[in-house]
């Protein structure tokens, strides 16, 4: 069993920042890719950013610039790092993870509340 538990959300103003974290927990062999995804009211999840185990790293477009995914492999540990925040990045962000034994949808966390106020 693989517990994923998120940290870091909260309310603040657009252009602002904030640093969300996830950390992995419980029984498992290896992490190949953690991520984060999105889900704004009314809206499907969508992806955020990515990094694989050796640090390749994939962001989706409206993010590029602004945010930073970054992990450390020995706490299994994944990081979001948000800079110039607007308020359309205000959603539920979930953590994400490929732990070994793997399952086709990887392993959830229970996500973090952001808002981004204007």
């Known amino acids: 069993q693989v517990q994923l538990v998120e940290s870091g959300g909260g309310l603040v103003q657009a252009g602002g920042s904030l640093r969300l974290t996830c950390a992995a927990s419980g029984t498992f062999f290896g992490i190949n890719t953690m991520g984060w995804y999105r889900q704004a009211p009314g809206k499907q999840r969508e992806l955020v950013a990515t990094?694989?185990?050796?640090?390749?790293?994939n962001y989706a477009d409206f993010v590029k610039g602004r945010f930073t995914i970054s992990r450390d492999n020995a706490k299994n540990t994944v990081y979001l790092q948000m800079n110039s925040l607007k308020p359309e990045d205000t959603a539920v962000y979930y953590c994400?993870?490929?732990?070994?034994?793997?399952?086709?949808?990887?392993?959830w966390g229970q996500g973090t509340q952001v808002t981004v106020s204007s």
């Open positions: 994400n993870a490929d732990a070994i034994p793997s399952r086709p949808s990887g392993y």
């Open positions: 990094i694989t185990r050796f640090a390749r790293i």
